[in-house]
């Protein structure tokens, strides 16, 4: 399974809002709500941000938010803020059971 | 606080072997899934293997044809990945990740592991 096409780079200005595609197919994004959302800063593991589509672990900005309509995804990040400045990368259950991650986006605050 | 801890990475030659281990703690481990991702040097992420919580069933990315095996051992809170034949393209970080409901919750720093002769 190749990974999910995302774009390569997003950038915005501080207290900006910005979004992040993740499109699939009908075997993978569009047919489950189990999309999840990554955040990894150079140098570190990566962090959870979004699971199901939508929900936030505790601990997470709620600048951080996620919705799906038909094979794509996407993560919104509202109020831009330096500290936002990372690789994002989404992740959907597939039909064979596995998982794929999309291809990774890197946000670039101005 | 649930800490997972890679251990196994390392330099090996084309076509040898490799073993990865994790410790796992701050959490009932007999009670998860758990997977491996990995990262290969300035590139995106792979789902790599998952395992069911008593180790009975386990899936693979089809890419890796047979040459990794994922195992556990409960009574060591350890999860573990076997992997035979490397390639030069299998030079990644490698991090354990605990799998809970569709998503990875927790994730390891990582443990590297370069295919070099």
């Known amino acids: 399974q190749s990974a999910l096409t995302q774009p390569a780079s997003v950038s915005g200005s501080p207290g900006q809002s910005i979004a992040i595609s993740c499109p699939g197919t009908?075997?993978?994004?569009?047919?489950?709500?189990?999309v999840s959302w990554y955040q990894q800063h150079p140098g570190k593991a990566p962090k959870l941000l979004i699971y199901?589509?939508?929900n936030r672990p505790s601990g997470v900005p709620d600048r951080f938010s996620g919705s799906k309509s038909g094979n794509t995804a996407s993560l919104t990040i509202s109020g831009l803020q330096a500290e936002d400045e990372a690789d994002y990368y989404c992740?959907?259950?597939?039909?064979?059971?596995?998982?794929?991650f999309g291809s990774g986006t890197v946000v670039t605050v101005l | 606080e649930v800490q997972l801890v890679e251990s196994g990475g390392g330099l090996v030659q084309p076509g040898g072997s490799l073993r990865l281990a994790c410790a796992a703690s701050?959490?009932?481990?007999?009670?998860?899934?758990m997977s491996w991702v990995r990262q290969a040097p300035g590139k995106g992420l792979e789902w790599v293997a998952k395992?069911?919580?008593?180790?009975?069933?386990?899936k693979y990315v089809d890419s890796l044809k047979g040459r990794f095996t994922i195992s556990r051992d409960n009574t060591k809170n350890s999860l573990y990945l076997q992997m035979n034949s490397l390639r030069g393209d299998d030079t990644a970080v490698y991090y354990c990740?605990?799998?809970?409901?569709?998503?990875?919750?927790?994730w390891g720093q990582g443990t590297l592991v370069t295919v070099s002769s």
């Open positions: 199901e589509v939508s």
């Open positions: 990740v605990r799998y809970s409901a569709y998503h990875f919750d927790y």
């Open positions: 395992i069911q919580e008593n180790g009975n069933e386990k």
């Open positions: 701050g959490f009932t481990f007999s009670n998860y899934w």
């Open positions: 009908s075997s993978d994004v569009g047919g489950y709500r189990y």
């Open positions: 992740s959907s259950y597939t039909s064979s059971g596995t998982y794929v």
